[in-house]
């Protein structure tokens, strides 16, 4: 079984300040690893995802996050928040592979940017 | 389409009634997977389609969950005997069949009165 979990339900932070969302999954097998970011009344947009090679990736409107294999972490970040930057931050965890690729979500964080 | 759609946006109902909920993938994506948010909560994995069939429903709570998809495309999920705690928004996702990322549609915001 595969599970996630996101530390920090709320997280608030000044604008131009860095963000760190953290996410800590379990996996028997390789994982491949996603953020996810839910705006209000909107489906979920695909962030980053991590399924092999460089552990460092990059995403969309800065975001970065490292898979660490050995802390089972993939966190997010960004180096300077912006205001639409406020929303909500879903990691999720899938197995990889064939056989469908359905995916285990964390409960989220929810990020606050204020002036 | 663009992107996937599902309809009705919102759905609310009675205690103990019939509803059915509508997603279009993208078109070509072979994958289907239906996902409940609940409220305050993460998207919970329900059922996965490859193609017409249902490769994976180990996440549909219980008998009073069905979901199909015919023609290898549209799919409807579909609730028997409604009950309050069913109220959540029902995501629907896709992806092409050797694909990585899912995208999903907006949901559609069910509530059972």
């Known amino acids: 079984a595969q599970s996630v979990t996101q530390l920090g339900s709320h997280v608030s932070v000044s604008e131009g300040a860095l963000v760190l969302l953290r996410c800590n999954y379990s996996?028997?097998?390789?994982?491949?690893l996603f953020w996810y970011v839910q705006y209000p009344n909107q489906g979920l947009q695909l962030l980053l995802k991590?399924?092999?090679?460089?552990?460092l990736v990059k995403g969309i409107n800065g975001f970065e996050a490292e898979f660490k294999k050995s802390e089972t972490s993939f966190h997010l970040t960004k180096p300077s928040a912006h205001m639409s930057d406020a929303a909500e931050y879903f990691c999720?965890?899938?197995?990889?592979?064939?056989?469908?690729?359905?995916?285990?979500f964390g409960t989220g964080t929810q990020l606050k940017v204020e002036l | 389409g663009a992107g996937v759609s599902q309809t009705p946006s919102n759905k609310v109902t009675e205690k103990g009634k019939y509803v059915e909920l509508r997603c279009d993938p993208i078109?070509?994506?072979?994958?289907l997977y239906w996902y409940r948010q609940s409220l305050g909560q993460g998207p919970e994995f329900l059922i996965y389609?490859?193609?017409?069939?249902?490769?994976?429903d180990s996440g549909l709570p219980n008998d009073r969950f069905f979901a199909v998809r015919p023609e290898g495309s549209v799919s409807t999920l579909k609730i028997q005997r409604t009950e309050r705690g069913d109220s959540a928004v029902y995501l629907c996702?896709?992806?092409?069949?050797?694909?990585?990322?899912?995208?999903f549609g907006p949901g559609t915001r069910l509530t059972v009165l």
């Open positions: 999720a965890v899938s197995r990889g592979g064939g056989g469908g690729n359905k995916l285990t």
């Open positions: 078109s070509g994506h072979t994958a």
């Open positions: 991590y399924t092999t090679g460089a552990t």
């Open positions: 389609f490859q193609g017409t069939g249902a490769a994976d």
């Open positions: 996702a896709s992806s092409s069949q050797a694909g990585v990322e899912q995208f």
């Open positions: 996996s028997s097998v390789p994982p491949y």
